[in-house]
């Protein structure tokens, strides 16, 4: 046994985990309310981990342009995934109105929370940064595909999907994207940011994981796990075991290694996205089985993590 790469595996997975688990104490202890995990979850999302992500890309001295192959792929392979889960839906799936929160299950990766984490966890700054562009690249694909196959599953009901306006309003104010593109906008620049800012923005940043990751412990609810059905087991290995094993294999045959090769396992290998719950629920569909695709992810996703980074490093590729 190769205890330095097992290590290594665990030294990316586990600390997220231990948060997380942290999380389901503290919510049992009512030491987290409902309400202040949505407060928490508006201040990450909209303020510390923008401030991360605009830190990390915007003083990163590495070629970011070096990085653009790493985000072309991402967004082919998401589009690819994508089409791959559209036709598998009809043959695992026999509830048409379940098709579409199967497929958005299991293609929509929980990039900003939970693909940043383990990105630098693993690498440090230099895996946000490297993962910044493929995450940016990926997220706007998520959203407008969501849409897509939401609504094709979903015609019947009563509920309407957003217009097109409504899809590119939401990627236009979207705070990550926003911070990615000001980042990008001054790394380009050449202009420096001044030490005191730096700190303050490594305050805020140094929150944004922590605290993302105890709400979503907290936000957890056990009882759907256990109430699950075919569609969301068949999601869930989707998202935590095929889709990384065929964006992996595909990136490494297309010659990626080192650290963009692992920042694109660790980004495909994430459970499903929180808003994948929000934008079922909101379009009439079935927000329990969402929120149980979410759940069984959730902790799958860290054990597939762990054996995935230890398979790539023994193999020397990452």
């Not at 990766?109 to 966890?121: D, E, L, P, Q, T």
């Not at 999907?161 to 409504?166: K, Q």
Request: with cysteine; aromatic share 10%; proline share 4%.
């Amino acid at each position: 046994m190769d205890w330095e790469t097992w290590r290594f595996a665990f030294g990316v997975t586990v600390p997220n985990l231990l948060l997380l688990m942290l999380g389901v104490v503290l919510r049992r202890f009512r030491l987290l309310e409902d309400s202040f995990c949505d407060g928490a979850t508006r201040l990450v999302f909209n303020l510390a981990l923008p401030c991360l992500l605009f830190f990390s890309v915007a003083t990163d001295h590495t070629s970011l342009m070096s990085n653009l192959p790493l985000a072309l792929y991402g967004a082919v392979g998401t589009l690819l995934t994508f089409l791959l889960l559209e036709l598998a839906a009809p043959l695992l799936v026999k509830n048409p109105r379940e098709r579409g929160i199967f497929v958005q299950g299991g293609f929509r990766a929980n990039s900003a929370i939970v693909g940043i984490a383990y990105a630098s966890m693993a690498y440090g700054n230099e895996g946000v940064a490297v993962g910044s562009l493929f995450m940016a690249a990926t997220v706007i694909l998520f959203n407008v595909l969501s849409v897509i196959t939401l609504t094709r599953s979903l015609s019947g009901g009563r509920q309407t999907a957003p217009g097109l306006r409504a899809i590119l309003r939401g990627i236009v104010t979207n705070p990550l994207i926003i911070a990615l593109v000001v980042g990008l906008a001054w790394n380009f620049s050449g202009w420096s940011i001044p030490q005191p800012v730096i700190k303050t923005g490594g305050f805020l940043s140094g929150m944004a994981l922590p605290l993302a990751m105890l709400c979503a412990g907290a936000s957890l609810d056990w009882r759907m796990m256990f109430r699950t059905s075919n569609t969301a087991i068949y999601a869930a290995v989707a998202r935590v075991l095929v889709v990384p094993v065929l964006l992996t294999l595909g990136g490494a045959l297309c010659g990626f290694r080192g650290v963009a090769l692992g920042v694109m396992f660790l980004f495909s290998a994430t459970p499903t996205a929180a808003a994948s719950y929000v934008m079922t629920r909101a379009m009439g569909g079935n927000a329990t089985l969402a929120a149980n695709i979410i759940a069984m992810t959730t902790v799958g996703s860290f054990f597939t993590t762990a054996i995935g980074l230890f398979v790539l490093r023994s193999a020397g590729i990452i």
